[in-house]
Antibody, heavy 115, light 112 residues
């Protein structure tokens, strides 16, 4: 069974950093694009970034470009999201999803940016 | 960015009755490869979204056949032939043709 388990969410001050992880199982991670999507009451669902199967290409929403970095370790069946210079508007539940079209979703990890 | 406009915002439905949700993208969703990557998601309260439909009308594994997707160009529709209690929640359309990927604002289906 496909499983995606996010972790790393926390309360962080504006300007701070955080690293999210997503542990994948039940499928060969190396064969799939992977995506981060976030959800907040204010902005709904927002695409954050995705990365190609071998990690050589990544794409970002304008709102996070230059601050967030998506990466992966296929040998460890893991996806990551490095977040820097965090802002209040980055507060959201962050989901790891499989493929560009998000056919499987994790349960999410909560990031709260507040002083 | 492509704006995905959903309607209605809220949809009260009687059990066993049909339901229909509209999604209108601000431009064509036809990809260079000829496919149209229009997706429907369902989110129950307290749960993660679940994909129901991809490429306009293809149902994901395990999705009941009372769910169907249709449309082309800049008008797409999700239909539920006979609503069941488990269908309550919020439905989102999403386009994965163009970056940035974008989502509709959601339609809340409530069982009367």
């Amino acid at each position: 069974e496909v499983q995606l388990v996010e972790s790393g969410g926390n309360l962080v001050q504006p300007g701070g950093s955080l690293r999210l992880s997503c542990a994948a199982s039940g499928f060969p991670l190396r064969a799939y694009f992977m995506t981060w999507v976030r959800q907040s009451p204010e902005k709904g669902l927002q695409w954050v970034a995705n990365i190609n199967p071998d990690g050589s290409e990544s794409y970002y929403a304008d709102s996070v470009k230059g601050r967030f970095t998506i990466s992966r370790d296929n040998a460890k069946n893991s996806l990551y999201l490095e977040m820097k210079s965090l802002r209040a508007e980055d507060t959201a539940l962050y989901y790891c999803t499989r493929a560009i079209s998000s056919d499987w979703w994790g349960q999410g990890t909560l990031v709260t940016v507040s002083s | 960015d492509i704006v995905m406009t959903q309607s209605p915002l809220s949809l009260p439905v009687t059990l066993g009755q049909p339901a229909s949700i509209s999604c209108r993208p601000s431009q064509s969703l036809v990809h260079h490869d000829g496919n149209t990557y229009l997706i429907w998601l369902h989110q129950r309260p307290g749960q993660s979204p679940r994909r129901l439909i991809y490429k306009v009308s293809d149902r994901d594994s395990g999705v009941p056949d009372r769910f169907s997707g249709s449309g082309s160009g800049t008008h797409f529709t999700l239909n539920i032939s006979r609503v069941e209690a488990e269908d309550a929640g919020v439905y989102y359309c999403m386009q994965a043709t163009h970056r940035p990927l974008t989502f509709g604002g959601g339609t809340k289906v409530e069982i009367k």
